[in-house]
């Protein structure tokens, strides 16, 4: 049973493009956590997700950001026009159900804008 | 607000010995969940383990396990026998049953030396 499969691994942007950061959930899971960690830093929520529904986004900024859950496919955390304040690792997790005490974390994608 | 605490952000310990890792949490809400992950340099998130609000005995996994102290609001993780693959970063979290998204402390890095 895979787990959780974020990618790319790595993505380098220059300032002012697109970046899209993709999750795949582990099968049978159906909600989807987005989560960004800064450098030295911990954890931060952005986004909980489920199929074709945007649950909680209160950690999301409010612009060039945003995040989907179709009902087909990975889950795709956007942001457009990168500054380099984003960089950052951007790990997803995903859980069978609403319950946090199941989130399975995937490997991450670190974002570098230069 | 609810917040979780980690003062110490760097714990040293020789291989073999137990170590202490502190967590103290803030929240009004009685449900609750508390979490410990690793994230070794590879990157990865790793969950260690999990304590429910309403659990009656401190959980334990392998060589982990969590002194659930609920008066005093702490959730400090203990691990025993250390290895010197356990130096890492971890991570004390919570999340409160109404929620789902988990609430990071900014980490203790242990570094096990032989």
């Known amino acids: 049973n895979a787990g959780v499969m974020q990618n790319p691994r790595h993505l380098v942007r220059r300032r002012g493009q697109e970046a899209r950061l993709r999750c795949s959930p582990m099968?049978?899971?159906?909600?989807v956590y987005w989560y960004r960690q800064l450098p030295e830093e911990g954890l931060k929520f952005m986004v909980y997700l489920q199929k074709e529904n945007i649950i909680d986004e209160s950690g999301m900024p409010k612009e060039r950001f945003s995040a989907e859950f179709p009902k087909e496919g990975p889950s795709i955390l956007r942001i457009q026009q990168v500054v380099r304040g984003d960089s950052a690792a951007y790990f997803c997790?995903?859980?069978?159900?609403?319950?946090?005490?199941?989130?399975?974390f995937g490997p991450g994608t670190r974002l570098t804008v230069t | 607000a609810q917040k979780i605490t980690q003062t110490q952000p760097g714990m040293f310990v020789q291989e073999k010995e137990a170590v202490t890792l502190d967590c103290t949490y803030d929240t009004s809400d009685p449900s609750y969940g508390l979490f410990w992950y690793k994230q070794p340099s590879s990157g990865e998130m790793i969950f260690l383990i999990y304590q429910g609000s309403y659990d009656q005995q401190n959980a334990t996994e392998g060589r982990y396990s969590l002194n659930f102290q609920k008066a005093r609001k702490s959730a400090n993780l203990v691990i025993s026998a250390s290895q010197l693959g356990d130096s890492a970063m971890y991570f004390c979290a919570m999340t409160l049953y109404n929620t789902d998204k988990l609430i990071f402390g900014t980490g203790t890095r242990l570094q096990v030396f032989p």
């Open positions: 099968k049978g899971h159906s909600h």
């Open positions: 997790a995903s859980s069978p159900g609403d319950r946090a005490h199941e989130q399975y």
